[in-house]
């Protein structure tokens, strides 16, 4: 039987969903290549989110050849040259344009792989041909050089609406009958994942049919609450029992529930007394949890769950009675924004390092903070710019800091 990820691959750009500007300056980028001033291009995001279908779609449109080249093929120079070099540089076999793709180019280059981006930099220079390299975060260290020569495009995480969009098309062509809560549960828990989707799909409507009682197949574990159920249980409840079993059934690790409970705790505690005692237990809960980390102690995973279910659920003096919304912690988000904002920080502390010979630490602490005040000057932007070679991300991210 044929993977519907391959049966049901976009034909065409229009049936990428949920990245349409992205597409578009995808299909820019191609169709204008010799007037652009770099000659690569990194095309990056989650995974399943689109990357690798919306380059055949437009490769088909166009009416190109695409040469894709595995990551794992093109470790060191050796290889770069031959495998790429050649892709680049030759006319293709049928007389049409071509693009040459390396697929999840985030395995290419390790500790092993001396000379191989210096390869890669030098072929782009020269290229007769886009290259287009797709990875799931291009602001690693590794790609710091390749940055330089590649324009960047980002394809964003799909919504599950998009997702469920499409598996909805597929059961429509394959005569499957789904209840529409177990679809859309479907596509929320794929997180924006659109082939684990498909895959899932697939595997799961063998008889024609999807039903909310199928989706347990996925995981062979007992069925498993939701965390927002499960917190509420906890917070609504005095009876340390339901709490405890409550935690039983929440799918999610434990640092995951410290900062469920510590995002909503405050929403719902709004007893000083109670908030205070219910952190006390967190508190407990934390020491047992850097012990575990410290001394590989997993016994204590016990205590940590009872501290964190029928602790805090006794920490209060009675049932809050009022409704409370518990939403999704931010704190994850807001480290991985931190993240990014200092790997582009970085980025560009790199460039600043090279040019003017000293280490990238130096660079952070003492001369960007100048840059930045140069960068300001609308006279010494255009310089700075075409100097240091500063792509547009990191353009943006001068302009906002």
């Known amino acids: 039987m044929k993977p519907w990820t391959v049966k049901y691959q ?27 001033r770099k000659k690569a291009l990194i095309v990056y995001g989650n995974v399943g989110n689109g990357k690798t279908s919306a380059i055949y ?19 060191n120079e050796e290889k770069i040259n031959q495998i790429v070099g050649g892709a680049l540089k030759q006319q293709s076999l049928f007389f049409k344009s071509k693009i040459i793709l390396v697929d999840e ?12 981006v210096q390869a890669l930099v030098a072929l782009i220079k020269e290229a007769q041909f886009p290259l287009i390299l797709t990875a799931n975060n291009p602001w690693d260290k590794k790609f710091s050089t390749l940055r330089n020569y590649c324009e960047m495009l980002q394809f964003s995480k799909l919504r599950y609406t998009s997702v469920a969009k499409v598996l909805k098309k597929i059961c429509s062509e394959e005569g499957i ?12 828990r794929a997180d924006g994942d659109l082939r684990g989707a498909i895959i899932d799909l697939q595997s799961l409507a063998h008889d024609k049919k999807l039903t909310a009682e199928d989706l347990d197949n996925l995981d062979p574990r007992k069925q498993t609450e939701t965390i927002i159920n499960a917190i509420m249980r906890i917070f609504k409840t005095t009876d340390a029992q ?36 219910a952190y006390e237990k967190m508190s407990r809960a934390d ?35 009022t409704f409370t919304r518990y939403g999704r912690t931010q704190r994850i988000l807001k480290l991985w924004k ?4 200092n790997l582009k920080k970085l980025a560009i502390a790199e460039k600043i390092a090279g040019k003017t010979h000293c280490s990238v630490k130096d660079a952070v602490q003492g ?27 990191e353009v943006a991210w001068l302009r906002k800091n």
């Open 338 to 341: 931190a993240k990014q904002k």
């Open 242 to 277: 339901v709490s405890l079993e409550a935690a039983d059934l929440i799918d999610e690790n434990i640092d995951e529930l410290f900062l469920w409970i510590d995002e909503n705790l405050p929403k719902e505690y709004t007893q000083p007394h109670d908030l205070y005692r």
């Open 287 to 321: 020491i047992f949890r850097r012990r575990i980390r410290r001394r590989q102690h997993w016994r204590y995973i016990v205590y940590i769950k009872s501290l964190l279910s029928a602790g805090i659920s006794v920490s209060k003096d009675e049932k809050y009675r």
């Open 57 to 75: 779609a437009l490769a088909r449109e166009l009416d190109l050849e695409l040469l894709e080249i595995n990551a794992s093929d093109v470790r």
């Open 10 to 36: 976009p034909q065409n750009l229009s049936e990428i969903q949920g990245q349409n500007k992205s597409v578009l300056q995808l299909k820019s980028f191609v169709e204008n290549f010799k007037k652009q």
């Open 105 to 116: 180019a985030d395995g290419i280059f390790g500790r092993e792989d001396r000379g191989g």
């Open 177 to 188: 009958e789904y209840e529409d809560d177990a679809l859309q549960s479907l596509a929320r």
């Open 367 to 393: 001369t960007l903070p100048y840059f930045k005040t140069m960068f300001k000057d609308k006279g010494m932007k255009k310089e700075l710019i075409d100097e240091f070679n500063l792509s547009k991300e």
